[in-house]
């Protein structure tokens, strides 16, 4: 199949010259209207769109069909999966040219094309050949020429991920339904607002993400996008465009933004080429940067996006946890969960506002009366929130040019490098003020967890140049496995969480992400650990997926215990809710990739089916109050990590290795893909000062 590429000069309209001549004439002497007689050509259609954000068009100039959209950055439509309709049109085009599309996916990476879309800047750049895939070219920008020759990988390789064996093609298809449904009610019942309360028919807005809203539009366009989704994440895609207001009043948690809506729209972009996702993530990385306005340039954990800093009297005073009534080692629920009740038709009960982190984050949210007295609640900074921004602040800087966003994590990291560790271990609290750490508490699960994810992560998006963070990994993983990874009586390893010294034998949900962070860790260790690695990481897993098997409904509690006779399970009535996590099948999917062992496809396929037994209601998805609990209630929220990541994570599970593959992409922790950065193709290479220790 060749394509044909459109030469010579062309207008501002994007015809040649003599076209333009007898085009102006017919316009002329019919007037405007007789453009509504002329042939639907595509040149006419450029017309009206060259100004368009969206991509370039591929044509098959043999039989004139339309081809796959090409993306200026982006090389997601060059690969996309068979789509339901093509994602790069307006709305109003989306209409009849599936199957076309289809029947040009074949053949197509090679020889020229012929755009169509193309802005002004496109029609006059030249076309850029990376990797056998001509692209069209608004190479003006360095920053785009670099992206498109050096850093992206297709996200889909010769088949969209499509898995060969029909069970797991028919899993696969069965969650990509369960994406349609979750998404059709949230627009349906909460369209705009942060996440869908599938009971009560509304939407909730929290205060998780100061004034931002439209949360699990931002969390979902990257998974629509992979599902062939098209409708819907033109619907997302649009209403980024016009209804995304980033510059808002109200205090936001720093973590919480970086990784939804900052990892999000990176995605976003990075898949798509989408023009408007640069300009977004752009501002909003700008307007993150005055949480870093601390002593020590440790983040304060909530930033106001509308640019008003934090007063200095934040920083009075270093947080006493038990000061503020938070005992941590349970979570801070003003009452059980089973006390949810319907009050004037509303479940009333504790929030689960799309908390990522348990215990902190709920005082964010619950600490009013603490904010007015004046305490200090809430002014530590938490280590999995500070440390969970690297791979999203480094990609701004590629973006931007603008080494900022690179400076201030690599002060995190300094910082950290600088500090005493008790036991090689990292507390889960610093003081922004002294840069102290607060406690002596220590988890990979409720804050803790992403700090050590980012770590590994780091060094593999760096493609494997950033060996500070890789020596901070390894380093931490041994001395995690030394103090707090526990073989139960029953045979199950666990990884325990350490209070000074003191090992408080629980796991929560949160925690169980390690098991596919350690392995995809495990290749790049030493030799000798790796086997050894691999084994923790597949038996972490196996501990967490008993935590699911050992309940009746078959979904995992937020907490499990290895005492007084637990083995895996939730003793405590304010431990059992399941809140639509998505941790344990990530690990699910990591392992899958890392051993194609058939079980980690059928336990995923486990939790699907109790997805929807126990959480799906005519209305959406929700969490559940009691994993054990014969009679289901429901705690009412649609969490849009569960579109971001529970769901993308089942559907990569079901995919062949080709769809996103890892050694192209790294998920940031909500999932979000970010593409590696090739190791000739950073801004290392610039600046040799990139990597302190
Ligand atoms: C998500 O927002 C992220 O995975 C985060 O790292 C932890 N919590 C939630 C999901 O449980």
Redesign the pocket.
């Given at each position: 199949m060749i394509f044909k590429t459109l030469a010579g000069k062309t207008s501002v309209v994007g015809l040649r010259l003599p076209q333009t001549f007898i085009f102006l004439l017919v316009l002329g002497s019919l007037g405007f209207g007789a453009l509504f007689f002329l042939p639907e050509t595509s040149r006419l259609k450029r017309i009206f769109q060259h100004n368009s954000d969206s991509s370039a068009v591929i044509t098959d100039s043999v039989n004139g069909q339309r081809a796959q959209p090409i993306s200026p950055i982006g090389y997601g439509l060059i690969r996309a999966p068979p789509l339901d309709i093509g994602v790069l049109r307006s709305k109003s085009q989306l209409s009849s040219s599936n199957g076309k599309q289809r029947n040009n996916n074949k053949g197509r990476s090679q020889g020229t094309v012929s755009m169509e879309h193309m802005s002004e800047g496109d029609a006059a750049d030249n076309k850029v050949h990376t990797r056998g895939v001509v692209v069209s070219s608004r190479a003006r920008s360095p920053v785009r020429v670099k992206l498109r020759n050096c850093m992206l990988k297709p996200p889909y390789g010769a088949n969209y991920g499509k898995p060969s064996d029909p069970e797991s093609l028919q899993r696969r298809e069965k969650v990509k339904e369960m994406m349609k449904f979750a998404w059709d009610n949230y627009k349906r019942y909460a369209w705009g607002e942060n996440e869908l309360r599938p009971l009560s028919r509304n939407g909730n807005d929290g205060r998780t993400f100061g004034g931002l809203r439209g949360a699990s539009i931002v969390d979902s366009l990257d998974t629509l996008y992979i599902m062939g989704l098209g409708e819907e994440y033109q619907e997302a895609k649009e209403w980024v465009e016009n209804n995304l207001n980033l510059s808002v009043g109200g205090e936001a948690s720093l973590?919480?933004v970086n990784?939804?809506y900052v990892g999000g729209l990176l995605s976003a972009y990075y898949l798509t080429g989408e023009e408007v996702f640069k300009r977004k993530v752009v501002e909003l990385g700008r307007n993150l940067l005055p949480a870093f306005n601390t002593p020590t340039g440790i983040p304060h954990g909530v930033v106001n996006l509308a640019g008003l800093l934090a007063p200095a009297k934040r920083y009075a005073k270093p947080t006493d946890f038990s000061e503020m009534g938070l005992d941590l080692s349970t979570p801070p629920h003003p009452r059980p969960f089973t006390e949810c009740e319907y009050i004037g038709g509303r479940l009333i009960g504790p929030e689960t506002d799309?908390?990522?982190?348990t215990s902190v984050k709920w005082l964010f949210e619950k600490s009013d009366s603490r904010r007015s007295t004046g305490g200090d609640l809430g002014r530590s900074s938490v280590l999995?929130e500070f440390g969970?921004l690297h791979l999203e602040f480094v990609h701004l800087s590629e973006l931007t040019k603008d080494p900022i966003y690179t400076e201030k994590v690599m002060n995190i990291r300094k910082h950290l490098n600088q500090l005493d560790k008790p036991h090689g271990l990292y507390p889960n609290a610093l003081n922004p003020v002294s840069g102290n750490w607060e406690q002596h508490y220590v988890s990979i699960g409720a804050l803790g967890?992403?700090f050590y994810?980012y770590l590994i992560k780091s060094y593999l998006m760096s493609d494997r140049t950033d060996e500070v963070a890789k020596r901070m990994y390894y380093a931490a993983l041994e001395a995690i496995e030394k103090n707090l990874v526990q073989r139960s009586p029953g045979g199950l390893i666990y990884v325990a969480e350490w209070r000074g010294g003191i090992l408080d034998h629980k796991m929560g949900?949160?925690a169980c992400?390690s098991g596919g962070m350690i392995g995809i860790g495990a290749e790049h260790g030493s030799p000798e650990t790796r086997q050894h690695q691999l084994d923790l990481a597949a038996n972490i897993t196996h501990t967490c997926h008993e935590s699911y098997r050992r309940t009746p409904t078959k979904l995992g509690p937020e907490v499990f215990r290895f005492d007084d006779g637990a083995e895996a399970t939730a003793p405590r009535v304010n431990e059992r809710h399941y809140?639509?996590?998505?941790?344990v099948v990530?690990s699910y999917m990591y392992m899958w990739r890392l051993t194609h062992d058939p079980k980690y496809r059928e336990w995923g396929w486990e939790a699907l089916e109790a997805l929807e037994r126990h959480c799906r209601l005519a209305t959406g998805f929700s969490g559940i109050i009691d994993v054990y609990g014969h009679i289901i209630q429901h705690d009412n929220l649609q969490?849009?990590?569960f579109l971001?990541?529970?769901l993308k994570y089942l559907y990569l599970l079901f995919s062949d290795d080709d769809l996103l593959p890892l050694k192209d992409w790294v998920f940031n922790?909500?999932?979000h893909p970010l593409p590696v950065i090739p190791r000739n193709c950073s801004q290392k290479t610039e600046d040799t000062d990139r990597w302190p220790a």
């Open positions: 973590f919480e990784i939804r799309g908390l990522g982190h999995a969970t967890d992403s994810e949900h949160l992400f809140i639509l996590r998505p941790e990530e969490q849009s990590f971001a990541e529970t922790t909500e999932a």
